[in-house]
């Protein structure tokens, strides 16, 4: 079995199960922020945008959505005892985890992607500017593609991973970024909003305690090293989740007993 083929039927099995529903809600989230900021007259702007971009699409759909697929890659094959046979085909480990892998970067890209359409849609992308969507656009993909090779690799080093996943995310990672000094840096989310060049909410925005640890916290990071970071980061967790899934042993429970 080639890459292509493995890679066409693990994204296709993907796609069949539960998981479209959860995608469809996930992805809905901004637009939805967005339509309650547009009735209310709140941030219709610019400002509003990236607002509801960095809290709605990049730290809650894109992210959740890689906790899902990424930490679902081997893991979900442990816990639903399908491991066995599916190490067992023609294929190698390597293949079959990178198979994975891309496939779960496609699709959290472009449920990501079409929730930031859809939300710039709302706010209008005239008033927003063509550029500053464009620039979230191709920096989707690419964050996608370093959280999802974290939570790959934790897949295959945990038998249940989202917990820690959740728990660095949200009880570590989403206010470590906001921290003044070099805390920011221990962030994912850091060199992604670096990336992205989101403007800082402006006064009377949704948040003013964003807006304060913003102004605490000036940018120390430039956009090349965000890019060093971020792809450094990526290519060792894959480089680790191919050496522990590569050495893993994967017996039926029953012979494990």
Not at 42 to 54: E, H, P, T
Not at 100 to 120: E, G, P
């Amino acid at each position: 079995m080639s890459f292509g083929e493995l890679l066409r039927w693990t994204f296709w099995d993907v796609l069949r199960t539960r998981k479209v529903v959860m995608m469809a809600v996930l992805a809905s989230v901004g637009p939805l922020f967005a339509v309650v900021m547009q009735l209310s007259g709140d941030q219709v702007n610019v400002a509003g945008y990236s607002f509801v971009l960095q809290v709605a699409v990049y730290m809650f759909t894109l992210v959740l959505l890689s906790i899902v697929f990424g930490c679902s890659a081997i893991a979900g094959e442990v816990t639903g005892r399908t491991i066995p046979y599916l190490v067992t085909r023609p294929v190698s480990r390597t293949k079959i985890l990178l198979a994975k892998y891309v496939s779960a970067v496609i699709i959290v890209s472009v449920v990501s992607v079409l929730a930031c359409l859809a939300t710039a849609a709302i706010f209008g992308i005239g008033v927003i500017g063509v550029d500053r969507v464009l620039k979230d656009v191709w920096v989707i993909p690419f964050a996608a593609a370093v959280y999802c090779a974290v939570f790959v690799a934790l897949s295959t080093l945990l038998v249940r991973p989202v917990l820690p996943a959740v728990f660095y995310t949200f009880a570590i990672e989403s206010w470590v970024s906001l921290i003044p000094g070099d805390f920011s840096k221990l962030s994912i989310l850091t060199y992604v909003r670096v990336l992205a060049d989101h403007e800082p909410p402006e006064a009377g925005a949704p948040s003013g305690i964003l807006e304060m640890l913003s102004n605490m916290s000036p940018p120390t990071i430039t956009t090349d090293q965000a890019w060093t970071t971020l792809s450094l980061i990526a290519v060792i967790a894959l480089t680790v989740g191919v050496i522990a899934f590569g050495r893993g042993e994967y017996v039926p429970n029953e012979e494990a007993a």
